[in-house]
C-alpha cells in the first residue's frame, strides 16, 4: 500500500528528495563558509564530501520502488523524439507492421466471428443436434412418441427438443406492409432446452409432453428484428394477435436482440428476420432433433446409448417395415453443424497465410531495426561507458519498438475495420455468412496481442545484438561505426532467406487457386449468361391457397414481363443454374432393376420459353412447347447424368424417349434429354435430373404436396434482354412491385452475377491471397533492397580499395550481387520445399483440379462424339 501511495506522490517525493540534498549540501557549505573558506571553495568541498548526488538520488529512487515505470517513461520520451528525428525511417516501419497487423487482424475478426463466437445459448457446448439415418445412410424420420421415450429413458440426456425449420418464407403482418420472415415450429421445451429467456414476455407454456403444442397452440414469440420491422418495437406487442400468412398467432414473447435459432438458417432464405410458432406433434414430416447433454455426459455416450434405446424401441414396433427405416443415430456438437468443414479450413488457410505475411513484415522491421541499431552503435557504446547496462540498453531499444508498434497497431487496426467494412457486401455472397462486426473483449484481447507481439519480436534480437557488442572499438577514434561484426551479418542475411521463402509459399497458394479460378472460368456451363437477367421470387403463396397459382399468377407475370421494352423472351425455373436456390429431391427406381434400388434426382420445373432464355441444348427429343399444358399428357426432361444412372441402355440417351417415370402420383413421359448443364455447381460430377413443365402441375394430384412446394415456395424468373442489364433491371422492378408489393425486394442479378458468385470460397480465397502474395513480394523485394544497401555501406571502404588498386566496375558489382545471389537461391530453395508441402497438404480445398480437368474433357468429349 506504501509503494502505491509513494507511485501518485512520485513527483512531490522527487522534489523533497532533490530539496532536501540542496539544503544538506548549503547547511555543508555554510559551515565551511564561518571556518574561513570562500563560497565557492565551501561549495566544492561539500559536494566532495557529499559523494555523487545523481546516484544518491538513483539509489533512494530505487528504495521508493517503481523506478522503472519512470526509466519507460524517459524511454517513450527518447523514442518520441528518435521518430520526429528520423521521420522516413519511422515512417517505413510503422507501414511495414501495419500492414502485418492490419491482415492479421482482419482474417482473425472474420475466423472469430464465424468459428470462435460464442452461440446466444446458455452453455452452447453442451447442445447436440440429433440424426436419424436409415440402412441406406438416407436421413429417416421417427414419431414425436419416438422420441419422448428417449428423453424418458436416457440418462446422458437433460432434454430433447424438436423443431422444423420451414423451406419457404412467410409473411407477417406488419403495422404498414407485410415482412417476410422465416417462422420456425418449435416443441414446448425448445427455449428451455436452449437456455434462454424471451426479452419481453415468455416462451412456450411447460406442458405434460414437453413435444405437444397444447395450451401453447396459436402463440407466437417474436425476434428482435422482427419486432422492430414489423412493430416499430411497440410497447405493447404482448398479447396482440398477429397473421402469419393466413393464420391468426397472439404474441406471447420477444427474443433478445441477436438471438437466432436455428442458427445456421438455409442458404436462399438467408439472415432474415425469425419468429417461433408451436410444434404441431400430429405432422408427421421431417422434423429436426436438438438436445441437451446432461452434466458430466459427453456426445459419443449419448449417441451409443441413442441407438441402443432405439433397437429397444424399435423392436416393440407392430410394423416390421417401418421397424427397419431408423437404423442408426448420429449425434453431433450443435456448434460443429455451422460450418462446413472445406470452409472451416479456407478460413484457417487464409489466417494462417495473413500469420505468415504478420511473420514478413516483423521480419522485414527486424532487418531494418537491427541496421538502425549498427548505425547507432557509437551511441549505444557510449552509454555503456557511462555506466548503463546491458539489460538498460535492451530496454530503451525495445520500448522504441513497442512505440513504433504500438503506433502500426493503431494504422493496421484501422485498415482491418476499412478492409471488412468494403468487404461486408463481399464476402457473405462467398461465405453465406453475416458479418456484421463490433470490437468485442477477444478481439481487442488478440489485437493487443499481436501488436505486442510484433514490437517484441522486431525488436528484442536487434535489441540484444547491440547491447553486447563491444565498447572499445565503436568509441575508437576512426574505428568501424558499424559494429556487429559477422555475427550480425549472419543474422541479417538468415531473416531474408525466411523472407523470401515465406513469400515463395504465399506465391504460390495463390499461383495454385488463380489456376483453380481459371479452370473454373473454361468449364463449359451447358447454357448462356450473357443478357440475362434473373429475378428470384419470394411467392406469397398464402394468397392462393385452394387456386391455381400458375394461370392467377405466374402466367401474368410472365405475360407482363414479355412486353417489357428490351426483353428478348422470359421463362420461370424453380431454380436459376448456381444459384443457392430451393432445391427438391425426388428417389425413382431404375428401370428394369429391384425397387429396392433407388435413385435421387433433383427435380425442377420450368416453362417452356426457358430454352430461348438460357439456350441449352437438347441431346435427344425436346423440351417443353406451347401444347404441354395442363389438359395434356404430362411429360418431363431428364438430363444425361439421370440416363447413365436410370436407363437400361446408359450408352444411348435416346434409349429413355418413350419411357414413364413415376413422379408426384402420376406417369410422366420423358420427351427429352438436355444436354450436360451446371445448375448445383462447377465442379465435381452431374447430378441426375428431372424438370416437368409448370402448367403441368397442378394436374398432378399428389399426395405430399410436392407440387404445391415446386411451384409455391419460390421461384425464378429468367429474361433475355437486348438492351444494357441495368436499364432493364430497373423496369423489371417496377413491374414487380406493381404486380404485387410483396416482391418489391426480389433478389435481381445478372446471370454473369451468378456464375461468379458460384466460384464461392476459392474465389474469395484468391482474392485474399493475391493481396496477401503481393504485399509479401514487395516486403521481400524491400527486405533485399535494405540488405543489399547495407553491405554496400558496410564495405564502401573495401570496394574503393580494391576500384583504387584496378578492380574493373563489373567485378565489384558481381562481388555485391554474389552475397545477394547466394541469399536467393536458399530463399528458393526453403520456399519450394514448403510451397510443395503446402499443396499436397491443401489439395483437398484445392479441389482435386485434375480430376476437374479430366472429368470436364471427358464430358465435352462425350457431347462431341454424341453431336457427330
Not at 545523481?54 to 530505487?62: F, M
Not at 464476402?427 to 493487443?448: E, F, G, M, Q
Not at 574503393?800 to 545471389?821: D, E, F, I, P
Request: hydrophobic share 45%; proline share 4%; glycine share 8%.
Amino acid at each position: 500500500m506504501v509503494r502505491w501511495v509513494r507511485w501518485f506522490r512520485f513527483r512531490t517525493n522527487r522534489s523533497d528528495l532533490e530539496a532536501e540534498i540542496e539544503a544538506h549540501l548549503s547547511m555543508a557549505a555554510a559551515d565551511k563558509q564561518a571556518n574561513g573558506m570562500s563560497t565557492e571553495e565551501a561549495r566544492r568541498q561539500a559536494q566532495h564530501e557529499f559523494g555523487n548526488a545523481a546516484l544518491v538520488k538513483d539509489v533512494t529512487r530505487e528504495m521508493w520502488g517503481w523506478v522503472w515505470v519512470e526509466q519507460i517513461g524517459e524511454d517513450v520520451t527518447y523514442a518520441l523524439r528518435q521518430i520526429r528525428r528520423s521521420p522516413t525511417f519511422a515512417a517505413t516501419v510503422i507501414g511495414t507492421l501495419a500492414l502485418g497487423i492490419g491482415a492479421a487482424a482482419a482474417m482473425f475478426t472474420v475466423v472469430n466471428h464465424i468459428l470462435l463466437r460464442p452461440l446466444p445459448y446458455h452453455e452452447a457446448d453442451g447442445l447436440l443436434e440429433v440424426n436419424v439415418f436409415n440402412g441406406r445412410g438416407e436421413p429417416a424420420s421417427v414419431t414425436s412418441g419416438n422420441i419422448a421415450q428417449w428423453e424418458e429413458q436416457s440418462s446422458t440426456l437433460q432434454q430433447i427438443a424438436l423443431y422444423r425449420q420451414a423451406a419457404e418464407r412467410d409473411f407477417l403482418k406488419g403495422n404498414d406492409s407485410s415482412l417476410s420472415i422465416q417462422a420456425i415450429q418449435g416443441s414446448a421445451n425448445l427455449f428451455d432446452t436452449l437456455g434462454v429467456r424471451p426479452r419481453l414476455g415468455r416462451g412456450f407454456q411447460p406442458e405434460q409432453s414437453s413435444l405437444t403444442s397444447g395450451r401453447n397452440a396459436n402463440t407466437i414469440v417474436l425476434s428482435d428484428a422482427a419486432w422492430e420491422q414489423a412493430y416499430g418495437r411497440d410497447p405493447e406487442i404482448l398479447g396482440k394477435v398477429v397473421k402469419i400468412n393466413n393464420s391468426s398467432y397472439t404474441v406471447v414473447g420477444v427474443m433478445a436482440a441477436g438471438f437466432r435459432f436455428p442458427f445456421r438458417g438455409i442458404p436462399f432464405i438467408g439472415n432474415i428476420p425469425q419468429a417461433w410458432i408451436p410444434f404441431d406433434s400430429n405432422d408427421h414430416n421431417l422434423f429436426e432433433i436438438i438436445a441437451r447433454l446432461a452434466s458430466g455426459a459427453r456426445a459419443p455416450s449419448a449417441e451409443a446409448e441413442l441407438n441402443t434405446i432405439q433397437r429397444h424401441v424399435a423392436s416393440e414396433y407392430a410394423d416390421t417395415q417401418y421397424r427397419e427405416r431408423p437404423t442408426s443415430i448420429r449425434v453431433l456438437k450443435y456448434a460443429d453443424t455451422l460450418v462446413a468443414s472445406d470452409r472451416k479450413r479456407a478460413l484457417l488457410i487464409l489466417l494462417g497465410a495473413s500469420g505468415v505475411l504478420w511473420m514478413i513484415a516483423g521480419i522485414n522491421v527486424t532487418s531494418l531495426l537491427l541496421a538502425r541499431a549498427t548505425a547507432r552503435q557509437r551511441e549505444i557504446a557510449m552509454r555503456g561507458a557511462l555506466g548503463a547496462s546491458r539489460w538498460r540498453l535492451m530496454q530503451q531499444f525495445i520500448v522504441e519498438g513497442l512505440v513504433l508498434s504500438g503506433a502500426a497497431g493503431l494504422l493496421g487496426i484501422s485498415l482491418a475495420l476499412a478492409a471488412i467494412r468494403v468487404s461486408r457486401s463481399t464476402i457473405p455472397a462467398r461465405l453465406n455468412l453475416d458479418l456484421t462486426y463490433h470490437v468485442n473483449p477477444t478481439i481487442l484481447a488478440a489485437l493487443c496481442g499481436i501488436t505486442l507481439l510484433s514490437g517484441l519480436f522486431s525488436s528484442a534480437w536487434p535489441a540484444f545484438l547491440s547491447a553486447r557488442a563491444p565498447i572499445e572499438p565503436s568509441l575508437r577514434q576512426g574505428g568501424q561505426q558499424t559494429g556487429g561484426g559477422k555475427h550480425q551479418n549472419r543474422v541479417r542475411s538468415m531473416l531474408v532467406i525466411a523472407q523470401i521463402s515465406m513469400s515463395l509459399v504465399l506465391l504460390a497458394a495463390c499461383g495454385w487457386l488463380l489456376r483453380t479460378i481459371y479452370t473454373l472460368r473454361h468449364v463449359p456451363l451447358g447454357f448462356r449468361t450473357d443478357h440475362v437477367i434473373v429475378a428470384n421470387l419470394t411467392v406469397p403463396g398464402y394468397k392462393y391457397e385452394h387456386r391455381n397459382i400458375t394461370a392467377d399468377f405466374y402466367q401474368p407475370l410472365l405475360e407482363r414481363v414479355q412486353h417489357l421494352p428490351g426483353v428478348e423472351a422470359a421463362g420461370l425455373l424453380t431454380r436459376a443454374p448456381l444459384s443457392p436456390g430451393f432445391a427438391m429431391t425426388t428417389f425413382l427406381s431404375q428401370l428394369g432393376k429391384s425397387r429396392d434400388r433407388r435413385i435421387e434426382a433433383k427435380l425442377q420445373a420450368a416453362s417452356p420459353e426457358l430454352q430461348r432464355v438460357l439456350g441449352f441444348r437438347m441431346l435427344r427429343g425436346r423440351f417443353f412447347d406451347a401444347l404441354d399444358t395442363a389438359t395434356s399428357e404430362p411429360v418431363v426432361v431428364v438430363n444425361r447424368a439421370l440416363v447413365k444412372v436410370y436407363s437400361p441402355d446408359q450408352q444411348d440417351p435416346g434409349s429413355i424417349l418413350g419411357q414413364k417415370i413415376a413422379l408426384m402420383g402420376r406417369q410422366a413421359k420423358v420427351v427429352g434429354v438436355l444436354d450436360d448443364e451446371r445448375q448445383g455447381s462447377l465442379t465435381g460430377p452431374l447430378q441426375p435430373e428431372i424438370e416437368t413443365c409448370i402448367s403441368q402441375l397442378p394436374t398432378m394430384d399428389s399426395d405430399d404436396g410436392t407440387a404445391a412446394i415446386l411451384e409455391g415456395i419460390s421461384m425464378d424468373l429468367a429474361l433475355r434482354t437486348q438492351s444494357p442489364t441495368s436499364a432493364v433491371i430497373q423496369t423489371l422492378r417496377t413491374s414487380l412491385r406493381d404486380l404485387d408489393v410483396e416482391l418489391t425486394h426480389a433478389d435481381v442479378k445478372t446471370m454473369d452475377q451468378i456464375v461468379a458468385d458460384s466460384y464461392g470460397d476459392q474465389r474469395l480465397a484468391a482474392i485474399l491471397l493475391e493481396f496477401f502474395g503481393g504485399a509479401a513480394l514487395l516486403l521481400c523485394i524491400t527486405g533485399l533492397y535494405g540488405l543489399l544497401s547495407y553491405v554496400v555501406s558496410q564495405r564502401t571502404r573495401e570496394l574503393g580499395v580494391r576500384l583504387a588498386l584496378g578492380s574493373q566496375r563489373s567485378g565489384l558489382m558481381w562481388l555485391v550481387l554474389r552475397q545477394t545471389t547466394r541469399l536467393l537461391l536458399a530463399g528458393v530453395a526453403i520456399g519450394v520445399a514448403l510451397a510443395s508441402s503446402l499443396v499436397v497438404s491443401c489439395r483437398a480445398f484445392f479441389m482435386g483440379l485434375e480430376r476437374t480437368i479430366r472429368g470436364h474433357l471427358a464430358s465435352w468429349l462425350d457431347s462431341c462424339s454424341l453431336a457427330l
